[in-house]
């Protein structure tokens, strides 16, 4: 019997990780920066990598100090390289292919979903499905969506961008809600006022992600909204940071409540109803016309109950 066009869609798929390695390294100029980009190891991209250039017996990258630089013959190669990516992924979506393969799962979620949620979600999807390979990506909603859409995750968790459109290709839904939270370390001294109003903020310090971030962009408009500009005390790359600077008593920080236990033990911080400030939305995103892979549906209706 013949293989379907599925069946022989996806066999053509399975050799093209070659040419997305050979095309993230070019653009990134380096394995390592391409190897997280993709949720790889860097020895299996410069494994792909050799075996392209052994294929097409070319040398594809010459090693300088600072990564890889292209050679003459892989810089001809590059744009066609490109282009053949670029292709199979509007085939897949007109075969109505799913956008990753059913033994492995390749998401990029923000760091506030990635902390408790996320976890939680993935190991019950690993309970049902065993044999799932999980790549994980971190960024930003927009870093995420780029990377989407270039085909290197099948889906993101993100904030929702509210009424701005969705990008080209991409459809974004609903997924679940989070209040936010004001976290004080133990000595805040109105631990009895609660919920507090985000307008005493002005009064302490705020500790904060970097800008960039869409929790920081909810919640500066929240600010807006009030009359009064965000200024922060302190600005740091992460939550887990967000709550080591907390905890040391270097300020109070606006936090999604999602991402920590609302009953942490009382010596480290306490978290306060936060008045004024609306819920943050987050939502998933996946490349428009093409149905979901079983692990990503899992996942989904996990994270969901999670919620």
Do not use: C
Not at 31 to 58: D, I
Not at 65 to 79: F, H, K
Not at 92 to 119: I, M, Q, T
Not at 194 to 221: A, C, D, K
């Amino acid at each position: 019997m013949n293989p379907s066009a599925p069946e022989k869609l996806s066999e053509i798929r399975a050799g093209f990780g070659e040419l997305r390695a050979f095309v993230t390294v070019a653009r990134l100029g380096a394995v390592a920066r391409a190897a997280g980009a993709l949720g790889r190891t860097q020895p299996s991209v410069s494994a792909r990598l050799a075996a392209l250039e052994k294929a097409w017996n070319t040398r594809l990258f010459r090693r300088v100090a600072r990564g890889m630089v292209l050679t003459p013959e892989g810089a001809r190669l590059l744009p066609l390289a490109e282009t053949i990516l670029q292709d199979l992924e509007r085939l897949e979506s007109e075969a109505g292919l799913p956008a990753g393969s059913s033994d492995e799962l390749r998401l990029g979620a923000g760091d506030a979903l990635g902390r408790r949620l996320l976890p939680r979600a993935m190991a019950k999807l690993l309970d049902k499905m065993p044999g799932i390979d999980v790549r994980l990506r971190e960024g930003t909603g927009s870093g995420l969506l780029d990377a989407l859409r270039d085909g290197e995750i099948d889906l993101a968790l993100i904030v929702a961008p509210g009424e701005q459109a969705s990008p080209k290709g991409i459809r974004i839904e609903p997924l679940f809600s989070s209040p936010v939270k004001l976290m004080v370390p133990p000595d805040f001294p109105e631990l009895d006022r609660e919920p507090f109003p985000v307008e005493r903020l002005v009064e302490h310090p705020i500790v904060t992600l970097q800008p960039g971030s869409s929790f920081r962009t909810h919640f500066e408009r929240a600010f807006a909204e009030h009359g009064q500009r965000f200024r922060p005390h302190v600005e740091v790359g992460n939550l887990s940071l967000v709550r080591r600077f907390v905890i040391t008593g270097l300020g109070v920080a606006p936090v999604p409540g999602i991402a920590f236990s609302p009953r942490p033990r009382p010596s480290r911080y306490t978290l306060l109803d936060l008045e004024g400030v609306g819920d943050v939305h987050y939502a998933y995103a996946v490349r428009s016309g093409a149905p979901l892979p079983a692990p990503v549906e899992t996942l989904l209706e996990s994270l969901a109950r999670s919620a």
